[in-house]
């Protein structure tokens, strides 16, 4: 075992539980260089309700690790930590502790994206359609090729790459129908020790055929998935219809079978997109009351369920999405890109867990934070303010809350899997010039968010194991 000690500034967010954790249980005055750096005056959406969160920021911080168990052994004050555990383990001879200055950087806990097909980063960016021809003209057409064992496995090891590239240490993830797609996916976020969720796309009706697989054997497909991967290391399956319009009610209704046998599987799908994509729904579905009951009633619906995009609900529905603690993913770049509509966040959090997403490839990034750039203008156009402290804790602990992650990652707190991102916030000329010109870490950080992406990451450590580093890129 070795100790590490990432000396930076640190920035994450707490919920109130995680600030009595931090305390002094005897009721004596804590060490000033320990005590929690709190931003109070703050105020958060939460992504579950009647949960505080708060920002936690230590200019001068440091993050300690242990890479025997890929995990947080506690932050604090850089002063606090080396002589904590640097400064103590020389005086006890015990192996160095390994230190790692990145004091002019930002280190915070890794993003987690929670919808996002990896078969779609070859068409990313394909022009000029809304979701429904988008799918037969561009979706369907690369998605054919992941029966090729070698397309799977090269396309999810790029991916993957891509992801660690922006950030991103977790993800909530689509495959194709093509069960070796899974396989692929799986192996290789097996191999770099990510905590990844993903599962085989259910699809019978209403795609290519080579596309649609039976009801029964796309279920068994999934089984045999769940068997082989399901919480393997840090890999999660989520049984994945790609929605109301490609599954038949019987395939819908044994995935909704089949997620009622599990407590700890996932389930996702999407949910009222595009306007042309509900009146679909609505003509194939005539006896339900809309596209959340076509769910509601194949028992797909729950606390386990995420549902991408949910931009044209009706009351109704969201007190339903509320009743079932059914989660909601908004993809802001894809909604923009397709043209799909104005998703309302602070609207659907007043109902239920909303989530940030990327939803590549109908969005235009794997970055996070080009994605909150864009979900900013989105809420700005609906007199929606979105702040960067708003922002980045639902790309951290936020996301991590609403797929139930966040007892494993999404903070600093000690023992929780050590997954975090160092940035740059003067990666490019710009942002240097720009942040020379702030006054206070919220200015800072709302520059970040507006202008940073890819190239502002400057490291990515997954599990304590550094899988990215900017300079070594090709």
């Known amino acids: 075992m070795t100790l590490h000690i990432y000396q930076a500034r640190l920035l994450h967010y707490l919920t109130e539980s995680d600030l009595t954790l931090r305390t002094v249980p005897d009721g004596n005055a804590p060490d000033p260089l320990k005590t929690p750096t709190v931003i109070t005056d703050t105020e958060l959406l939460p992504v579950i309700e ?3 969160i708060c920002p936690e920021y230590i200019a001068d911080g440091a993050l300690v690790v242990d890479d025997a168990t890929g995990c947080i052994v506690d932050y604090g004050s850089r002063q606090a930590m080396l002589a904590d555990y640097a400064d103590t383990a020389a005086q006890e001879g015990r192996e160095p502790v390994k230190i790692h200055d990145h004091r002019d950087k930002l280190i915070m806990p890794g993003f987690i994206d929670t919808h996002v097909h990896y078969p779609q980063i070859d068409m990313i960016a394909a022009y000029g359609e809304q979701l429904l021809d988008w799918l037969n003209n561009y979706t369907f057409v690369t998605e054919a090729n992941f029966g090729d064992p070698k397309v799977a496995h090269d396309t999810a090891q790029f991916f993957l790459n891509q992801l660690l590239a922006n950030g991103t240490t ?7 129908s093509h069960p070796l797609s899974a396989e692929a996916f799986f192996t290789e976020s097996h191999r770099l020790n990510t905590r990844m969720i993903t599962g085989n796309v259910l699809m019978d009706q209403n795609a ?4 649609c697989v039976p009801a029964e054997q796309s279920i068994r497909d999934t089984q045999d998935i769940i068997d082989n991967w399901h919480e393997r290391g840090r890999q999660h399956v989520a049984i994945t219809p790609r929605f109301a319009i490609t599954s038949t009610p019987k395939q819908l209704r044994m995935a909704g079978d089949l997620y009622a046998s599990y407590d700890s599987v996932y389930l996702q799908t999407h949910l009222a ?11 194939l579905y005539p006896n339900h009351k809309g596209y959340l009951d076509v769910y509601d009633d194949m028992g797909l619906l729950g606390r386990r369920t995420m549902l991408a995009h949910g931009i044209y609900l009706e009351t109704s529905e969201y007190e339903r999405l509320r009743d079932t603690g059914t989660q909601i993913a908004h993809c802001p770049t894809s909604n923009l890109f397709l043209g799909s509509g104005l998703f309302d966040l602070p609207k659907t959090l007043s109902y239920t867990g909303v989530s940030i997403a990327t939803d590549v490839g109908a969005g235009t ?3 996070m934070l080009t994605t909150l750039s864009e979900a ?3 809420q700005q156009l609906q007199s929606n303010p979105l702040s960067a402290h708003q922002g980045l804790y639902q790309i951290t602990l936020g996301n991590a809350q609403s797929l139930l992650l966040d007892k494993k990652i999404g903070n600093f707190m000690p023992n929780k899997e050590a997954d975090f991102v160092v940035i740059d916030l003067g990666a490019t000329a710009l942002l240097e010039r720009r942040m020379a010109q702030t006054n206070t870490l919220e200015e800072q950080l709302f520059v970040l968010m507006m202008l940073g992406d890819d190239r502002v990451i400057e490291q990515t450590v997954v599990a304590g194991v550094s899988r990215y580093q900017k300079s070594n890129a090709l």
């Open 208 to 211: 290519p055929a080579p596309l």
């Open 50 to 52: 009647g949960v505080r």
């Open 365 to 367: 990034s794997l970055s």
């Open 170 to 176: 977790s993800a909530m993830v689509f495959a194709t």
């Open 273 to 283: 997109e595009n306007r042309d994509e509900v009146v679909f729904v609505q003509t």
């Open 376 to 378: 900013y203008k989105v």
